[in-house]
C-alpha cells in the first residue's frame, strides 16, 4: 500500500504537535487533522499562527510553514478518514467519571466512536495507529470493532504511543529518544509497522525505532509514565523529613543523581505534579492490576499517587498554618496556573487543588500565569464541583499583571516554574505586600537568601 494521506483524528496537544512535524519533515505526505470542535479547528485555521490553540515553543513557526500545503485543519471527519491510508487515533482518553472503573478506569467512549466512525466510512485497507494512551488491550477492543464491519476491509492496528512532554514538544519530537511501534506480528502486521516506520526515518534515525508486539507497546507507555511520576514522588517524599531536620532536598537531589545508576533528571521536588498523563496513567495501571488481582503491585504504584496528593495538600496546609492559621479573607496570590512552564496546559494542575483549599479556607486567591486567563482558571476549579460556579468566581481573580496580582497581599505562592517568575523585582513586590511579607516557593526557583534579605520570611519546599 502506498502511504500518500494521513489523518489525524484529535486536534489537542498530542495530534496537532505531531502531525505538524511529521507535516515538515514529509512534504510527500498530505496530513488532515479532524476534530469535531469547530471551535478549535477554527483557532487552528486562524490566519495568525500565534493564535492557534496551543502555546507550544517553535509550534506556531512550524503551522506557518506546512499549513495550507499539506497540513489540513478539518471538520469533514469522514472524508478525512476515507481519503487516508493511515489514520492515527489521538483523541483523549480521561479517566472514567462514572460507573464500573469510576475515577479509575480509562473512559474508551471517544476511542470508540473513533473506531465505529472508521468502521462506518473505510472503503479500502487502512492501518489504524492508536497515539492516545490507552490501556493495555484497547488495541484488541478497536480491531474487534473494525473487523466486524462485514464490507471485507482490512484493517492493520497500530500501537505508537508518543512520548513528548508538554512545553518541549516541538523538541521532543524533532529528536526523540525512541520511537516505539508495535504491531502484529503477522506478515501483514510487520508490513503496517515497517509503512509507518518509513514515515518516521524520514528525521529519526532507524536505530532508534523500536517495534515489539502491540500489548507491549502499550504497557510500555503505562510503564514510562509510571516511572516519570515515581521519581517525582519518591523526591517529594523525602521533603518533609528534610523540612523538619534541616537538610535541604536541592542538595540531596544534587548527590543522588550524580551517581550514574540514578541520573540527575525528574529529581526536582515540588508541589506536586500535574498533567493530564501521570496520574491518569498510573490509574490507569492500577485498575488494570487490580483487575488481575494482583493487589500488591497495584497497591505499589497507587502510592505514587498518594503521595503526589499529600504534597498538594501539605502545600495549602503550611500556607494556613504559617499565616497564623487563619487565611480568612487574606490576599493569598499565585505565580503560575499552568502545570509546568511554558504551557497553557493546566490540567491536573497543583495550582487548582490548593487554590480550591484555600478557598475552603476562605482566602481570596489571585492569580497571574503568563500563558492563563480567568476563564480557564474559573472552569478548572468548577470542574472540582466543591462550590458553585459563582461561589468561585466570587473568590479568584486573575490579573495580567504579576506585580499587580501580588498588590496588597498577605502572601505569595509561586506554583508554577516560570522563568519569568526568578527574574522579577522582587523588592517591588515586597515594598507593596502586607507584612510579615511571606513567600511560599512551590517550585524552588527563588534564591532563599536574596528573597530573606529583601525582608520576605521564604518557604520552600524540602529545605
Ligand atoms: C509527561 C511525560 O514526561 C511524557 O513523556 C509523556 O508523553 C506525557 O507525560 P508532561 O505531562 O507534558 O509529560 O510533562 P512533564 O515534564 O513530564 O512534567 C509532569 C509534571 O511533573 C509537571 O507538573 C512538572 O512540573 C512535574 N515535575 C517534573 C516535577 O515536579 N519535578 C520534576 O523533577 C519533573
Known sequence: MEIT???????GYVGGPTMAVIAQKCPHLTITVVDLNQERIDAWNDENTDNIPIFEPGLS??????????LFFSNAVEKAIEEAQIIFISVNTPTKTYGKGKGMAADLKYIELCARQIAKVAKDNKIVVEKSTLPVRTA??????L???????????????????????????LHPDRILIGGDQTAEGQKAIQALTDIYANWVPRDKILTTNVWSSELSKLTANAFLAQRISSINALTELCEKTGADINEVARAIGMDSRIGPKFLKASVGFGGSCFKKDILNLVYIAKSYGLNETAAYWEQVIIMNDHQKKRF???IVKTLYNTVAGKKIS??????KKNTNDTRESAAIYIADDLINEQAAVCVYDPKVNQK???????????RSSQENAANVQSFDN??????GAHAVAVLTEWEEFAHYDWKKIYDAMQKPAFVFDGRNILNKKEMQKIGFVYHGIGS
Open 334 to 339: 499565585f505565580l503560575g496556573w499552568a502545570f
Open 61 to 70: 513557526a512550524v503551522v506557518a510553514e506546512t499549513r495550507g500545503k499539506n
Open 376 to 386: 480557564k482558571i474559573l472552569s478548572d476549579l468548577d470542574y472540582l464541583e466543591t
Open 402 to 407: 504579576p506585580f499587580e496580582a501580588c498588590q
Open 147 to 173: 473487523d466486524n464491519t462485514g464490507n471485507g476491509v482490512q484493517f492493520q492496528i497500530l500501537s505508537n504511543p508518543e512520548f513528548l512532554a508538554e512545553g518541549t514538544a516541538i523538541s521532543d519530537l
Open 5 to 11: 494521506k494521513i489523518c489525524c483524528i484529535g486536534a
Open 140 to 145: 484488541e477492543a478497536i480491531k474487534s470493532i
Open 316 to 318: 495549602a496546609d503550611k
